[in-house]
C-alpha cells in the first residue's frame, strides 16, 4: 500500500530557528495536508495543499505540494516554545481507494534543552 | 461549535477482555473515521462511515474488531476479546466532505492491554 516517508523522525529547535521538514512518497496524490498532534490531543489541521506547485502559508508555517505530486514540505519560521509537537503529513488520492488518506509517521519537534 | 467528543478517555484491561469507545461526530458531518495510533506512530485507517454505511473497513480486523453506527451520528467501536498488540490510541473523526481531507479529530481512547 500507500507510504508516506517523515524526514527527520525528531528535531531540536531553539527559540527564533527556522525549521523545514519533508514528507515522501512513492505513489502520488492530489491532496497533501499537514496536522499537528499535541500531547494527549487529537491532530489539528494546519495547512492543505490541492494543487501541484501550490505554495501556502497559514501564519509562520508555510508548505509546498511538490510539482511531482510525490512530496511535499513545512517550514516553520521563527520557531517558539508552542512549536513542540508531532508534524504530520497526510496524503490524499481522490476517488481512489474511497478518498483514503493516508498519514507518514511524524516529525517530533522538541525544545533544545 | 462543539467538537468530536470521544470515551473513555482512557481504558486499562485484561487481554481477552472486551472494550468499547464511543464517538460523537460534529453536528452535520456525514463521515466519521477510526484510525488507530501506535505509540510513536501516525494514524492508520480502520473504518469510515458515510452515514450508516461503512464504505471502507479493509484494515478493520474482523475477528476481533466490530463497529456500528446505527443512526448515522455516534458510533462505537468494539473489541472483544483484547489482546496486548491492540494497546494503543484509538481516534474518532468526522468531515463535512471527504474530497478535501480536511478531517476533525477528537482527543482519542487511549486502550492499555495488559
Redo the contacts between chains.
Keep these: 500500500g500507500q507510504q508516506l516517508n517523515q524526514s527527520p523522525q525528531s528535531m531540536f529547535i531553539q527559540e527564533g530557528e527556522d525549521v523545514s521538514m519533508n514528507c515522501t512518497s512513492s505513489s502520488i496524490f492530489n491532496t497533501w495536508l499537514w496536522y499537528k498532534q499535541e500531547p494527549g490531543e487529537g491532530p489539528v489541521l494546519l495547512i492543505a495543499l490541492y494543487k501541484a506547485g501550490e505554495l501556502t502559508s497559514n501564519g509562520r508555517l508555510t508548505a509546498q505540494f511538490g510539482i511531482t505530486r510525490k512530496d511535499s514540505f513545512l517550514n516553520i519560521s521563527a520557531s517558539i516554545p508552542s512549536d513542540v509537537g508531532i508534524y504530520f503529513c497526510a496524503g490524499q488520492l481522490i476517488k481512489a481507494a474511497g478518498n483514503k488518506l493516508t498519514f507518514g509517521g511524524g516529525t517530533r519537534v522538541l525544545v533544545k534543552p | 461549535e462543539a467538537g468530536?467528543v470521544q470515551s473513555p478517555r482512557y481504558k486499562i484491561i485484561e487481554k481477552k477482555q472486551p472494550v468499547a469507545f464511543w464517538c460523537n461526530p460534529i453536528s452535520g458531518h456525514n463521515t466519521l473515521y477510526w484510525y488507530r495510533q501506535n505509540l510513536?506512530?501516525?494514524?492508520?485507517?480502520l473504518i469510515?462511515y458515510e452515514n450508516e454505511e461503512a464504505?471502507?473497513d479493509s484494515q478493520l480486523p474482523k475477528d476481533r474488531f466490530s463497529a456500528e453506527r446505527l443512526k448515522g451520528v455516534d458510533s462505537t467501536l468494539k473489541i472483544q476479546p483484547a489482546e496486548l498488540g491492540d494497546s494503543a490510541v484509538y481516534?474518532c473523526?468526522s468531515s463535512l466532505k471527504?474530497?478535501?481531507?480536511?478531517?476533525?479529530?477528537?482527543?482519542?481512547s487511549r486502550l492499555t492491554v495488559l
Design positions: 468530536v510513536g506512530q501516525g494514524p492508520e485507517l469510515r464504505v471502507d481516534l473523526a471527504t474530497s478535501t481531507g480536511e478531517l476533525f479529530f477528537g482527543e482519542g
